[in-house]
T-cell receptor
Framework: GAVVSQHPSWVICKSGTSVKIECRSL??????MFWYRQFPKQSLMLMAT?????????EQGVEKDKFLINHASLTLSTLTVTSAHPEDSSFYIC??????????????FGPGTRLTVL | EDQVTQSPEALRLQEGESSSLNCSYT??????LFWYRQDPGKGPEFLFT???AGEEKEKERLKATLTKKESFLHITAPKPEDSATYLC????????????FGAGTILRVKS
């Protein structure tokens, strides 16, 4: 149980184009999902918190207009990197928050998406 | 501000050589401490959640313990397949569902 998928697993795009990454919770509903970025040999850096039916909350220093987040349903959140540039190349990971009172309140992570911008 | 420090940065063990990874934390009210395993090029895999000092959890060769200031991940008789980066993260009363991660410990187990 508690499986989270991401699509695509990797993507290569040209500078200036936009890329959409999907994050799905496959066997549970998640009102909250999170988007992280990870640089080589570094830990996860939280970019934003995505709440179903409302606007995402971005961490300090993360450009809202560059990283568009939509959480349209209880099982799907999307991250769109707009006008991508080489410095946006990174490993993007999402997580879905599973809360069951008295049982669990845990983030389950997707497999990640490797973005390379040429 | 919540802080998580993991040590050592890297650890090399021989197969069967037991050891422990450390996670020291400073939070404004601990809601939970989490251990994840991350393999290269993949997302973190959930291992354990600990909520209060004195709590212990086990899974196969792994055992996690928690005190008021730190957590240990004990690895008993490790195998090469236990090689991975182990991440510790805390959830605090102040920041709700967010996780603050440590830098991780890279574990290599040689046969």
């Amino acid at each position: 149980g508690a499986v989270v998928s991401q699509h695509p697993s990797w993507v290569i795009c040209k500078s200036g184009t936009s890329v959409k990454i999907e994050c799905r919770s496959l066997d549970f509903q998640a009102t909250t999902m999170f988007w992280y970025r990870q640089f080589p040999k570094q830990s996860l850096m939280l970019m934003a918190t995505s709440n179903e039916g409302s606007k995402a909350t971005y961490e300090q220093g993360v450009e809202k207009d560059k990283f568009l987040i939509n959480h349209a349903s209880l099982t799907l959140s999307t991250l769109t990197v707009t006008s991508a540039h080489p410095e946006d190349s990174s490993f993007y990971i999402c997580s879905a928050f599973l809360y069951l009172a008295g049982i669990t309140d845990t983030q389950y992570f997707g497999p990640g998406t490797r973005l390379t911008v040429l | 501000e919540d802080q998580v420090t993991q040590s050592p940065e890297a650890l090399r063990l021989q197969e069967g050589e037991s050891s422990s990874l450390n996670c020291s934390y400073t939070v404004s009210g601990l809601r939970g401490l989490f251990w994840y395993r991350q393999d290269p090029g993949k997302g973190p895999e959930f291992l354990f959640t600990l909520y209060s000092a004195g709590e212990e959890k086990e899974k196969e060769r792994l055992k996690a313990t928690l005190t008021k200031k730190e957590s240990f991940l004990h690895i008993t008789a490790p195998k090469p397949e236990d090689s991975a980066t182990y991440l510790c993260a805390v959830q605090s009363m102040e920041y709700g569902n967010k996780l603050v991660f440590g830098a991780g410990t890279i574990l290599r187990v040689k046969s």
